[in-house]
């Protein structure tokens, strides 16, 4: 057992090279090996690309190995036909024996069908090698197809005396509370999750941009609560240059090829109504980014994930207090000197 646990652990960290890049598809690494030794590796990469195994498979130099070795993959192999061919249809193709999977898929045209393909060709299958890890490294693909909503991330900045804005600025921009370093970090996350939302109030007080300066990746999708149209045409988040979603309580409109408006009834259920908005766009992950209402409404509705909250080397003596969440499930580290507390809500 102990030597599958090896070849997983390089099967998910090929597989976390795909962070931000294999929407709608999950992150899968395989590793192929003969006598303890891997003589191929590969990931998923992009969507429409081949698979891990594919990658994997191809990588290898003598493909008469194949007949005598054990791949390993992250997640289930495939079945079915999408845009590329069943990952199932490749290992008997080759004739590999033995194949060990982490973590069963719950995608509804795999869910096990994989598993059974093989097993009726006579390869030995070992199933559930660091399952949990297996787990968390799709966390986002798992909750999208189990909970038929996204991942949701928390995210804000609050002060050592625990406010997370002034209460008057001068200028329409934001009050930096974190550090360089940790917005640098913010930035990375967005590159890594497909949307991120805020409220009203944030757009009119700091006229975000919502995108991706500070690292290299893709821009998340813009998700705006706007339940009045108030938002000046004229803001930022509407120069039409990223996916953009307004979500208001009284028009479905396209304003500009990027930009739509699409209308949600704000008096009830609107934790509900926004999370089925984004499951229906097929958004797997989302990071919320405030302000305090939106993500107030998020934690009193138990509708959430995972909460990084930044505490700055700073004093604000008054202004806009933080969200109130439960400390439990948490862990803590310094980006230099600030404090970043991650929680999970295992709820």
């Known amino acids: ?135 968390e490294l799709n966390k986002r693909f798992f909750t999208f197809h189990q909970k038929k909503r996204p991942y949701i991330i928390l995210k804000w900045a609050q002060t050592q005396d625990g406010f997370i804005a002034p209460l008057e600025k001068a200028e329409k921009k934001p009050v930096w509370i974190s550090n360089t370093y940790s917005r640098q970090l913010t930035h990375k996350w967005r590159t890594e999750e497909q949307a991120i939302l805020v409220g009203t109030q944030t757009v009119i007080d700091d006229n975000p941009k919502l995108n991706v300066r500070d690292w290299q990746g893709n821009n998340p999708i813009r998700i705006v609560l706007d339940s009045n149209n108030r938002i000046p045409k004229e803001s930022a988040i509407f120069d039409n240059s990223v996916k953009t979603i307004v979500l208001n309580n009284s028009e479905n409109s396209i304003l500009q090829e990027n930009t739509t408006f699409e209308r949600i009834n704000f008096k009830q259920n609107i934790v509900e109504q926004i999370v089925e908005s984004l499951y229906n766009h097929n958004i797997q992950s989302v990071i919320i980014e405030g302000g305090l209402r939106t993500l107030q409404t998020f934690i009193d509705a138990g509708i959430w994930d995972e909460a990084r909250i930044f505490t700055g080397n700073t004093f604000f003596g008054e202004g806009i207090k933080a969200p109130i969440l439960p400390k439990k499930n948490f862990e803590k580290r310094l980006i230099e000197k600030d404090e970043l507390t991650i929680l999970r809500n295992h709820d």
Not at 107 to 135: M, Q, S
């Open 1 to 135: 057992m102990k030597i599958h646990e090896k070849y997983m652990s390089r099967c998910i960290a090929l597989a976390k090279n795909g962070l931000g890049t294999t929407y709608p598809n999950p992150m899968v690494g395989s590793v192929i090996v003969y006598e303890d030794k891997i003589i191929g590796e590969g990931w998923h990469k992009k969507a429409g690309e081949p698979h891990a195994e594919v990658n994997a498979v191809n990588s290898v130099q003598d493909k008469s190995l194949l007949t005598k070795a054990t791949i390993y993959v992250s997640l289930e192999p495939c079945s079915h036909f999408g845009k590329t061919p069943p990952c199932c249809d490749l290992i008997i193709k080759h004739k590999i024996p033995n194949v060990v999977i982490g973590i069963v898929d719950p995608f509804a045209k795999v869910a096990g069908n994989g598993i059974k393909k093989l097993i009726e060709a006579g390869v030995h299958v070992t199933i559930g090698i660091l399952e949990d890890k297996c787990n």
